[in-house]
């Protein structure tokens, strides 16, 4: 009874070591594990701020993109808009040219007219010339034949 008293006893002072044992083994696991949940926190961290930090950056190129493809926006229906007036303006120039070709032919023609009613201005003067000085003439003629028969009449 004694011996398996004192081997109970030295089963007792085993196991007490063997539970010393795990227990420093458990102190040396949770410690270990402590050590890396506290690294993984720090490596969560990082990330954490690493990711926060391209958010930022994400959202400044964001806002970049938005204002630029507001900015194109703009451009795009102010290229419209100058587009629109552009084809107005030619359209009004072309209408003005050809309403300045159509005026130059006008005036070409009245140029001629002119020059064709100089002309006969010019010659219907000299017929009106010749015309009064056959008329002249003609009451010269008159005149001195009225001359000798008043004359024939007296004789």
Do not use: C, P
């Not at 954490?48 to 204002?67: A, D, N, P, Y």
């Amino acid at each position: 009874v004694k011996e398996e008293r004192n081997i109970k006893i030295e089963d007792g002072d085993e196991l007490k070591q063997k539970i010393n044992e795990l227990e420093s083994e458990k102190y040396e696991i949770l410690k270990e594990k402590s050590t890396l949940s506290l690294e993984k926190q720090e490596q969560i961290e990082l990330i954490r701020k690493e990711f926060e930090l391209e958010r930022s950056q994400w959202e400044k190129e964001r806002k970049i993109l938005t204002k630029n493809f507001e900015h194109e926006t703009v451009l795009e229906k102010e290229k419209v808009e100058y587009t629109n007036a552009l084809a107005r303006t030619q359209s009004t120039l072309q209408q003005k040219e050809l309403e300045n070709a159509r005026l130059k032919g006008e005036l070409r023609w009245l140029k001629q007219d002119k020059e064709d009613l100089t002309k006969t201005n010019e010659i219907l003067k000299e017929q009106n010339q010749s015309s009064q000085e056959q008329i002249d003439s003609l009451q010269q003629t008159v005149s001195d034949k009225t001359k000798e028969i008043v004359q024939l009449k007296n004789i």
